[in-house]
């Protein structure tokens, strides 16, 4: 099997996570063997990244809508690309296993777009960024990432990672640290890049926030309409015996879902030791 082979399988057969870091080292590959051909004719710039990242103002960007998107599969360097990918494999893996991959695709793109336009907006209207925002772009997939950690955090904030050195620490303790380091360097460099992070994060948590409550709200009620029609078909064909039977029931596996949804959004650790001895004694029926 050729290299180009092995790579098609390894891409057709991999998680969403792994083909979005899979298009990520693509696009930087490509850019950098684009930017050595650019060195040798002694071109000063590399029209690629000129052509599809985010330039600061919006007579520019006018002329190049599609960058508000495709500067969040470009990188500066290496360095810039192995943390981002580092924090895409590790976010991403977790939010997957909460959220479809289609969600995924969905927060990476418009939490791109969203930190693109929280860029956009913040280059225009502070007076600080005036003198640079004329040659200033941004590029980089830290917005997205930002819109699928603060998403996840969001939806289980109790949850909880175990990091070394330090123990268990919540999910949303995590997140506040990671939008509170962008508003504190917004100062010390890479404004533009910080402000984007910022859009990002919004982005999860109100998509988030909504989303949630729309769901329980309109789950709530198509359950709740279900029940009332269903329990006079219980009285009139059940005995009693066998209704009593059906409740105790209901009662049982509602203690076991409520302690399993525990589990999901904050990990075992976070059961009591009745949980658990609870949760072993049905395991072992």
Known sequence: MSLLQNIQTKYKYASIVERFIYINVAVFLFVFVFNTLSFLFESNTNLLVDWFSLPATFSDFLTKPWTLITYGFLHASFI?????LIA???IGNLFVQYFTPKQFVTFYVLGTIFGGLIFLLSYNFFPVFSKTASFSVLLGASAGISAIFIGIATYMPNYQLKIRFIGFV???????IWVGLDIIQIPAGN?????????????GFFYVSTASNTSIDL???FLSFFKTK????KTVYKSKIKTTKTVHKSEHQQEIDAI?????KSGY???TKEEKSFLFQQGKK
Do not use: E, M, Q, V
């Not at 919540?170 to 506040?176: E, G, Q, S």
């Not at 269903?230 to 078909?233: C, Q």
């Open 80 to 84: 810039h690309i192995l943390l981002n």
């Open 88 to 90: 895409l494999y590790y």
């Open 170 to 176: 919540k999910l949303w303790h995590l997140a506040a």
């Open 191 to 203: 404004a533009g890049g910080h402000f984007a992070h910022i859009g990002g994060a919004l982005f």
């Open 219 to 221: 789950l709530g009620s």
């Open 230 to 233: 269903r329990k006079p078909l």
């Open 260 to 264: 399993l949804d525990k589990i999901s």
């Open 269 to 271: 650790d976070t059961l």
